[in-house]
């Protein structure tokens, strides 16, 4: 083979990277030894004009991939057979990538954010986090101020209020549930996502209606270069997407999941003499993206998000504990929903952007005799106006509405819960109810943003909230004013602090008049918050970052259950709820960030205080008090794309209600148990360590990844709950989960 | 509540529940254990009346198998008053300012507990408590509501059992109604080892490991209308559930359904004494069918 002097054809072609084929762009490829050298164009295409025919070799040397070197031979340009229509074939160069890790320890600041309560996880980032499951809402917990939930549960607890002060939104508008069954796996496909935020303490006038902040997931934008899709499989479920362009214009994304975990909980069950699965507890989801341009001033994008949950079950014989538990039990939860939105720019200082979100919860619940049913249609809508009035001043001003149409059926016999502890079934009363429910809750807003000086920027805002129930008739109007600051110590140390006052609407059963008290109205809630964010890393992508803060909140007219008979239009009926509530949650919260490449990881730790009051106990810990909570994660990332991580979590035992005695109640063989002083006792603290090992193969057109997520790896048995005797005169600790191995693979092309 | 329980945002409490309810501690007390102090059954005579009835009289059926031999005596007290609420979540007891009626304490009469019943046995002997229903004109009936007059207003029975420092309370509902068929108790006719009587064969538990079956008497699983709270009449069925009860050995279910037999496995020495309660989930209870003594 020797070095031809005659010249060949033109010859294209593009670098890409391996494995997912991304473009890449301002990449030099050189030619040697003609020392022939171009750039690669946005798209990573790249052409040489006048390249000589004969050997060659490709040399292309980027910043953060490893050096290419790949041998080939150009046709000459009278060689008819090696052309393609008298051109060179087209020529694609693979880089492959120093690292395919998408795991750092990125959880976005508040420095260059609109809402300084906000933190924000990017899912991509933290997808690999060990003991998360993949899941980004998961990952979640090892944020600061956020309470660790008790085992199976699918709530997001946040600075120590109660798992209802959260409100769970996609892309901006509001839905029932953010986690499927068992807080398995949030609702959404974590690789459909862009991140999730949480807003904490003093969050802004945008959002509203909870007490406690909320938890905000956002789709991301689907890439347009190519289809390009993934599918993946665990012990849980299976799911992929594809993603791709739309016309000339549009893009798209289909993504899906079902799970499989019920057929191995069957299978587990199918044993058992207590009760059995008729149908194992399945849950799927599917999201739909699309994105297009509508002119120079507008953005399309409809995003769709259907979820659903099932189980049925048998329980072959009688709870033990509760006679009255017993038979066939199915559930339900269904939803979709439907968001437009349509951003418009105006002017260079003024653009618009407007969603709604429609869809439908279905929630059912039934056993051979009682049923539970809720049918809602669900209409949201958001829209926001935001103008930049000065150099110095921007102003925003917004609607946040939501309206909920409810079929309500059920026929329940409900028992009375109270400081964590329930009173059996049997002893509860049959209740029927059968109507149409209707909830109206409209927020308007005006947030300001006055840049008062280079260092010191100040938010002053207004939000007024109206909620109307059709449960009770009653309108309820609150002016909300809210101010937040911020100070600009330095290019690397920002301080801030909020403040303002919160609402959030009683629940629709607690209006009911079967179940609940018309007479019942919203709880408030007052919060402040003072913090930090130091950036250690002197303009490198190396190093530390150092945030925290002090978080306060008083909450008053919390609604909380009442034993109390009253005279309702003179009769006597149960009171059922009062808004005799009050409580506070104060503390502090830091979170340390690690990237010493190739080791990252984080460090998030909160001291914190959680109290309430309600009529007949005196101040007591709240059920979700948790003083300490630390959680250290590491990660380090090792050659031919292995990484290994770990996760290590403390947190204090969750306060317990004692039981000091009990009533026998001889028309349904069970016991009433009498509560101790609320939550006076405290169950032994939680710590755990989880293992992650994370595997990818890279080839030239698809990535293969697997992982193998260990949580508990010293199968220590946290004490999650106290179980009684049938009589409350013994006691024995429930244990958390064993160790457990979770095996996952990947495939994306 | 149930209601939250079943919610969406609960249901990993429900997850946890049922896990729970088939994996109970081994380390705790099972119902049917004829073990400490209690309360097995209050049975009424009548468990619903109709306004105007003047009494009903309550049975109470006791136990003190792991401690009877070392009691120096027992004690019972009663009281009646209007539920104050329980469903609700108000405790089980009637206040001093509610108390309709009160008895007690009364010394369990020598020899109605003994080594040979397991300590176990009617805590009046041979008698019974009578109580009296309040009348329409009291505070008890006035202000009630439709439904509850038609489904009935519930009288609470209070029965505390005392010996020395320990305590066992218990309680039951004895409902008035405006008008309709009353409840009456179900009734447990036999249990069968084997499709065998149990009484027409040995009296006692087997020997061998072998499934119980209970009889249940003819029309004691009664149909009857409840007024709901949306106004509506609701056609109801009676769910009847047996409660099993052993000294020792074990039976594989503390509870069954009516129609489920239970396997009994007796222990390795010994000749155990055992109970069997029907209840039909309206506050009737049957008398009990005894094995063994």
Known sequence: MGLSTSHAAPLEGKVLE????????????????????????????????????????????????????????????????????????????????????TYETTVTGRADQRDDSKRSLKASQVKTLPGAGGDPLKALQNLPGVNRPAPFSSQVIIQGSAPRDTRYLINGHEVPIIFHFGGLSSVVLPDALDRVDTLTAGYGAEYGRALGGLVSVWTRRPRTYRVHGLAFVDLINAGGFVEGPAGEQGRFLIGARQSYIGAILGAVAKDNDAFNFTLAPTFGDLVGIYERPLSQRDEFKVVTVGSSDTLQFLLKQPVDADPSIRGQFNTSTRFFRIIPELQHTHSARTRSRWSVGLGRDWIKFNTSENYFKIFTWAFTLRGEVERTISDHWTAQWGVDNAYTWARVDLLLREAFFDGGVGNPFGGGNLREVGADSKQIRTGAYWRNEFKLSPRWTLLPSLRVEAIRSSANGVREIFPLGRVAARYHWSDSLHLRAATGRYVQAPEPRELDSTFGNPSVRAPTSWHGAMGFEKDFRAGSSRGWRWSGGTFYRNFQDLVVPSSALISRNGQIVPENFTNGGSGRSYGFESLLQMDLSPWSGWLSYTLGRSTRQQPGQSEYPFQYDQTHLLTAIAAIELPKNWRLSSRFRYATGNPTTPIVGASFDADHDVYFPSRGAFYSQRLQPFFQIDLRADKKWIYRKWILSAYLDIQNVTNRKNLEAIQYSYNYQQSDVVGGLPILPTLGVQAEF | MLIDLFSNKRQGAFLALFLLSGCGSDLLDESQELGPLRVLALIASSPEVNMGTASTSITPWVSDFTQGATRSGYSYSWATCPDPGIAYGAAPQCSTASTLESGGPVAIAPGTLTAGNAYTGVATGAGAITINIPSSSSSFWTSRSLIEKTNGVALIFEFTLTTGTETARSFRRILVKSAGASNTNPLLTDVTVDSVSIAGATGSFPSTEKKLAPIIGAGSQESYTTLTTAGTVLNKTETLTVSWFTTAGEFQFNRTDSSSSNRFTPPESGAPKGLVFLRDDRGGVSAPITIGF
């Open chain 1, 18 to 101: 391996r494995g997912t084929r991304t473009p890449l762009a301002d990449i030099a490829v050189y030619a040697l030894p003609h020392r022939l050298k171009t750039l690669t164009d946005a798209q990573g295409r790249f052409r040489f004009e006048d390249l000589p025919s004969g050997p060659i070799t490709w040399v292309v040397n980027a910043a953060g991939f490893l050096k290419l070197e790949e041998r080939d031979w150009i046709a000459d340009a009278s060689d008819s057979r090696a052309l393609t229509s008298g051109a060179q074939p087209e020529r694609e160069l693979f880089l492959e990538r120093q690292s395919y890790a």
